[in-house]
């Protein structure tokens, strides 16, 4: 855990390959699909506050339910994606605690579950 990061982590369920990255990163569809501006995808969890968007959806790429965080201003950072979930009862649960954890957390980074670690970019 690096020193700025928050002491809560979330988990993995999948990972993706790198023509599935690839292609969600080209296109621009994963943000547009995230922050609800792709029609269907209005079942978006979304709190703000203090600089700070903690967003929960059903990706449309994997088809599970990930939430993810970002902090804007001078000392924020981009989108990481910290947890997954099975459903949609569960993400609306941790949505909530991600929420909490991160309005006690303000200036720390929560930490990444790295759904391409190990992300080969040859394959």
């Given at each position: 855990?690096?020193k700025?990061?928050i ?5 993995k369920?999948s990972?993706f390959g ?6 969600s990163?080209?296109?621009?569809i994963?943000t547009?699909?995230m922050?609800?501006e ?8 979304r709190?703000?506050f ?7 959806v059903?990706?449309?790429?994997t ?7 970002k902090?804007e ?13 099975k459903d949609?009862d569960e993400?609306?649960?941790?949505h909530k605690k991600w929420v909490?954890?991160?309005k ?7 930490r990444d ?11």
């Amino acid at each position: 855990m690096e020193k700025n990061e928050i002491d809560m982590k979330g988990k993995k369920i999948s990972g993706f390959g790198a023509g599935e990255l690839i292609g969600s990163v080209l296109s621009g569809i994963q943000t547009k699909a995230m922050n609800g501006e792709i029609e269907g995808r209005d079942d978006v969890l979304r709190d703000e506050f203090n600089d700070i968007i903690v967003d929960t959806v059903c990706a449309f790429d994997t088809h599970i339910w990930e939430t993810r965080i970002k902090k804007e201003g001078d000392s924020g950072y981009t989108w990481v994606i910290v947890s997954q979930y099975k459903d949609r009862d569960e993400a609306v649960i941790k949505h909530k605690k991600w929420v909490e954890h991160m309005k006690k957390s303000l200036d720390k980074k929560p930490r990444d579950i790295n759904l391409c670690d190990g992300l080969d970019v040859n394959e």
